[in-house]
């Protein structure tokens, strides 16, 4: 049974960073596509963060976001800096069992998902 956990959310004033982390089980893993979503009040679910055999990222969180993973702890992470009011959002952790080709940002491609950790931004 694959299970995927995050934590690591939190309140957070602009500008500040938090780390997020997801840890699977019931995955290979070391070779499966892994990625982050997010979900704002009113919004749909966007991609954020992929990584595969090297890291892709959405714009909006490009040069600030960095995605990594530990595959002795079968964990991922998000590291968060520069945090803005719109990245306030429920951030949850996608996997596949598996490769994904393509894109990596379609939620489609994914299917194993974590409940979701609040990440909340303050001006």
């Known amino acids: 049974q694959v299970q995927l956990v995050e934590s690591g959310g939190g309140l957070v004033q602009a500008g500040g960073s938090l780390r997020l982390s997801c840890a699977a089980s019931g995955l290979t893993f070391s070779r499966d596509t892994m990625a982050w979503f997010r979900q704002a009040p009113g919004k749909e679910r966007e991609f954020v963060a992929a990584i595969s055999w090297n890291p892709t990222y959405a714009d909006s969180v490009k040069g600030r976001f960095t995605i990594s993973r530990d595959n002795a702890k079968n964990t991922m992470y998000l590291q968060m800096n520069s945090l803005k009011p719109e990245d306030t959002a429920v951030y949850y952790c996608?996997?596949?069992?598996?490769?994904?080709?393509?894109?990596?940002?379609?939620?489609?491609?994914?299917?194993?998902w974590g409940q979701g950790t609040q990440v909340t931004v303050s001006s």
């Open positions: 996608a996997g596949y069992g598996g490769v994904v080709f393509g894109t990596l940002r379609d939620q489609d491609d994914y299917d194993y």
